[in-house]
């Protein structure tokens, strides 16, 4: 098993542009996360999935947008990239028996983004 | 909202030291998990505690649970090189949003 594979692993953005970022597993995961870690922060929860088609706002949601159309894919866009986007995003499932709420965490290898 | 915060936000020790980093709930906790950050690269889980007053031991790195699972700590006994990183936790209230506290980040001096 790959895990979460998430790409591109590196991208700069000029202001205004817009972009992607690709996150997929093969762990048929039902639960799916975005964060964002600025340097020497902690991670910031943008958006969530507990399963296809649905999707729901973590703590900093503005400027970005995601979509669930499977269960493996949990794409984030960003639709008018700013200065203050520039972070490293990681993506994260984990599974849910039951309501799962405390099942553990896979992230992927992470997106560092640059917007100038 | 719910806020997790660790304390403390840097730490750097000789190797052979022992390192320890706390972590503070503003609510009660269902539970609380600890991740472990490489220099460079992304969160690994280390483990989950469940129930008040738990403790947890994984070789050289014991994790406790508060009583009133407000609060945990992780505690790391001579340390090595390969302990470098940034340690998180992370709770939930009992809902699906996991928050994470800031992290402690460990630098060993050989």
């Known amino acids: 098993n790959a895990g979460v594979t998430q790409t591109p692993k590196f991208r700069i953005l000029k202001i205004g542009q817009s972009m992607t970022l690709q996150c997929t597993q093969d762990m048929n995961h039902n639960y799916m996360y975005w964060y964002r870690q600025d340097p020497g922060m902690g991670l910031k929860l943008i958006y969530y999935?507990?399963?296809?088609?649905?999707?729901d706002k973590g703590e900093v949601p503005n400027g970005y947008n995601v979509s669930r159309s499977t269960t493996e894919d949990f794409p984030l866009r960003l639709e008018l990239a700013a200065p203050s986007q520039t972070s490293v995003y990681f993506c994260?499932?984990?599974?849910?028996?039951?309501?799962?709420?405390?099942?553990?965490?896979?992230f992927g290898n992470g997106t560092r983004l640059t917007v100038t | 909202g719910q806020q997790v915060m660790q304390i403390p936000q840097y730490q750097h020790v000789q190797e052979g030291e022992d390192f320890t980093t706390y972590c503070n709930s503003s609510?009660?906790?269902?539970?609380i998990q600890w991740y472990k950050q490489r220099p460079g690269g992304h969160p690994v889980f280390l483990i989950q505690?469940?129930?008040?007053?738990e403790v947890k031991k994984q070789k050289r790195l014991t994790f406790q649970f508060g009583e009133a699972k407000k609060n945990s700590s992780l505690h790391i006994t001579a340390t090595q090189t390969t302990d470098v990183g940034t340690y998180f936790c992370?709770?939930?209230?009992?809902?699906?949003?996991?928050?994470f506290g800031q992290g402690t980040r460990l630098t060993i001096n050989p």
């Open positions: 999935s507990v399963g296809a088609g649905i999707t």
């Open positions: 505690l469940v129930k008040s007053g």
């Open positions: 609510t009660t906790l269902s539970n």
């Open positions: 994260a499932s984990s599974y849910s028996p039951g309501q799962g709420f405390d099942s553990p965490l896979h």
């Open positions: 992370a709770g939930h209230q009992g809902a699906q949003k996991l928050v």
